[in-house]
């Protein structure tokens, strides 16, 4: 008599895992195909190398300068980031056929560039160069 019982025990304690599985499998091909269409929002950014022989020598062109230190430089003046957008306004309207042009140091970092890159957008300029800086 016990082993009618035990044999019942084994027969009633298992799980069938074909459901389980199949739900899993859903689940991962649900994944891949998410994210594959899932893109990352970045910026694309190619610092100018120093071997360029061009040399920008316009009295129209407005300059700023990113020292490796984070000082941001004006037409030769120290600027703080949040007076950046005013002080390009001002000679946007000064000089209308004027680009402006950023040097950056090499390294200076990239997410001040963007901010200044903004700044100058913000301040209504479309024309913004980078330019290496030449020791």
Same mark, same amino acid.
């Given at each position: 008599m016990r082993r009618r019982r035990s044999g019942r025990l084994d027969?009633?304690?298992e799980v069938d895992l074909t459901p389980m599985l199949d739900v899993v499998?859903?689940?991962?091909?649900?994944?891949?195909?998410t994210a594959s269409f899932i893109k990352e929002v970045g910026l694309d950014l190619n610092r100018p190398?120093?071997?360029?022989?061009?040399?920008?020598m316009d $009295?129209? $062109?407005?300059?700023?300068? @990113?020292?490796?230190?984070?000082?941001?430089f004006v037409d030769r003046r120290v600027t703080d980031i %949040?007076?950046? %957008?005013? $002080? @390009?306004?001002?000679?946007h309207a000064e000089?209308?056929?004027?680009?402006?042009? @950023?040097?950056?140091?090499?390294?200076?970092?990239?997410?001040?560039?963007?901010?200044v890159m903004d700044q100058a957008r913000l301040a209504g300029v479309?024309? @913004?160069?980078?330019?290496?800086e030449v020791n």
């Open positions: 027969d009633e304690a499998f859903i689940m991962l091909i649900f994944f891949i195909v190398e120093g071997g360029s022989t061009k040399t920008v $009295n129209e $062109n407005i300059f700023v300068q @990113i020292s490796n230190d984070g000082l941001i %949040r007076a950046v %957008r005013a $002080n @390009i306004e001002r000679l000089r209308p056929n004027g680009a402006v042009v @950023i040097a950056a140091g090499e390294a200076s970092f990239n997410g001040l560039l963007v901010e479309t024309n @913004i160069s980078l330019a290496a």
